[in-house]
């Protein structure tokens, strides 16, 4: 039987996300329906628009950042059952490719990808879902390796930012570039993602974390999520300053240096900010023609002579059925900050005036309750 339900889709090329009526289908084997309860408004989901759908055909159902309670499973799922609470991921291991072949999942090629099942009502057309999530909607399909169970004292409206935001950042300083403790690290952008690297900097016991924005209410809030030193790149040149914060008789730098803006740019100064032996991670969305230009061969701050590496980090390189639950544990004994993250609750007709705040105002995540 299908369920009737409510989705916020962008149904052509320009056009504003519009709440519309949806039908979803049951679900099919190994696939489980999950009733939504909140969903982050990722910046992900304001590039997708933004890239007037990058490649996804139309119509599209936002959101990958959701949580919920499961109301239906399909056929061979044993693990989960209606009525669990869950976070939804979207790169659970596909179990094909040749890294999870090779027994490496947290390297996943491709993520699952299950059938899409949400239909918008009008034309009974067949929605893609952003991520294979598709969480701005009041139900979803996902594969039921994608649906992590939570703790049943975990809250889902802050349990939904472990999905997206948390888990990268958080992750891309445990699994991605592993920071050690005692490391000097920087982190480029301080939204949703960025707060999330300076937490898990903090977790990983890093020495300094030095917050880099343009923006100084989110410095403000980078010095409450753990940042030990804030420089502002709009009165300072950001490589300068975190080379003078760094000074060690060695020309200073950084072991780590987070780039979390989705901005080239800020790539290459990641890259520039580094001391010898550093790994830069760049972390945001690229749009196709996006490059960065890589110096070789200057002395300070070439990537040969300085022999800076530079990684790329999707999804914090999260093995989500271990880590989703790692982020509820850490949240509820205290070590990881959440409540902070949510500075807005809104409803699924507010994510056009969730897309403004995130590009003019002080947001760190706007979260839906369905
Ligand atoms: N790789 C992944 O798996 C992954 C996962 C989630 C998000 N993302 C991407 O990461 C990026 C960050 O996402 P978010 O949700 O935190 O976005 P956000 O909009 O909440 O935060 C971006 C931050 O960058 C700051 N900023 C803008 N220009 C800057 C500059 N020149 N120098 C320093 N800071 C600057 C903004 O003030 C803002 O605080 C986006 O590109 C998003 O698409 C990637
Ligand atoms: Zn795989
Ligand atoms: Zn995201």
Known sequence: MQTDGRACLLE???APATVRD???????SNEVLVKLKASGVCHTDLTVKNLNGNGMPFPIVLGHEGAGIV?????????????????????????????????DPRHCYMALRPKPRIHRKSDGALCSQVLRCGTFSTHTVVHAKAAIKMPAEMPLDKACLIACGVITGVGATMNTTTVFP????????????????????????????IAVDVN?????????????????????????????????????????AYEATGIPACTEQAVKMLSYGGTATTIGFPAQTDSVNLNLGDMATGVYWNKAGLAVCHCGDALPSQ??????????SGDLELD?????????DDVEDAFHEMETGNVIRSVILM
Request: charged share 20%; glycine share 12%.
């Open 12 to 14: 052509e090329p320009g």
């Open 340 to 348: 902070g993250m949510v500075t807005r609750t809104i409803t699924l």
């Open 216 to 256: 100084p209410v989110k410095l403000e809030w980078a010095r409450k999520f753990g940042a030990t030193h804030v420089v502002n790149a709009k009165d300072t040149d950001p490589v300068a300053e975190v080379r003078r914060l760094t000074d060690d008789g060695w020309d200073g730098g950084v072991e780590f």
């Open 323 to 332: 880590d989703f639950p790692l982020m509820a544990q850490l949240y509820l």
């Open 182 to 209: 005692g490391a000097r690290v920087a982190v480029i952008g301080c939204g949703g993602v960025g707060l999330s690297v300076i937490q898990g900097a903090k977790l990983q016991h890093a020495r300094q974390i």
């Open 22 to 28: 949806v039908v979803i289908d049951p679900p099919g």
């Open 71 to 103: 109301e239906a499973v399909g056929d061979g799922v044993t693990h989960l059952s209606p009525g669990d609470p869950v976070v939804i991921a979207y790169r659970a291991p596909c179990d094909q490719c040749p890294a999870c072949l090779r027994g």
